[in-house]
Nanobody, 124 residues
Framework: QVQLAESGGGLVQAGGSLRLSCAASGSFYRINDMGWYRQAAGKERDLVAT???????NYGDSVKGRFSISRDNVKNTIDLQMNSLKPEDTAVYYC??????????????????WGQGTQVTVSS
């Protein structure tokens, strides 16, 4: 089981920056993809950014060019640098990890874990 702990949310004015961090801990064989998703009030949870173990990244269209995701495979952490924030970026941001449990076989499927979420509020 992987536990995810997020930090770095808060209140910022439009045009400002915030940096979110997520640390994974627990018992597992390997963490594969990690990422951030967000959910605004009354809306579905959407992709913000993901990063593979090898460093390949994928971003949601609304954050491309403004947000940057990075990863430390030794510490099992990811960061999300958010620049040029807009009021529409206001949401709860959730860290996510796909991982293999201990003692996997060739048939073991990846498991998914979610963090508790951290609030990001951008004022206009």
């Amino acid at each position: 089981q992987v536990q995810l702990a997020e930090s770095g949310g808060g209140l910022v004015q439009a045009g400002g920056s915030l940096r979110l961090s997520c640390a994974a801990s627990g018992s597992f064989y390997r963490i594969n993809d990690m990422g951030w998703y967000r959910q605004a009030a009354g809306k579905e949870r959407d992709l913000v950014a993901t990063i593979s173990r090898g460093g390949d990244t994928n971003y949601g269209d609304s954050v491309k060019g403004r947000f940057s995701i990075s990863r430390d495979n030794v510490k099992n952490t990811i960061d999300l640098q958010m620049n040029s924030l807009k009021p529409e970026d206001t949401a709860v941001y959730y860290c996510n990890a796909l991982y293999l449990p201990k003692n996997p076989t060739a048939y073991t499927a990846s498991h998914r874990s979610w963090g508790q979420g951290t609030q990001v509020t951008v004022s206009s």
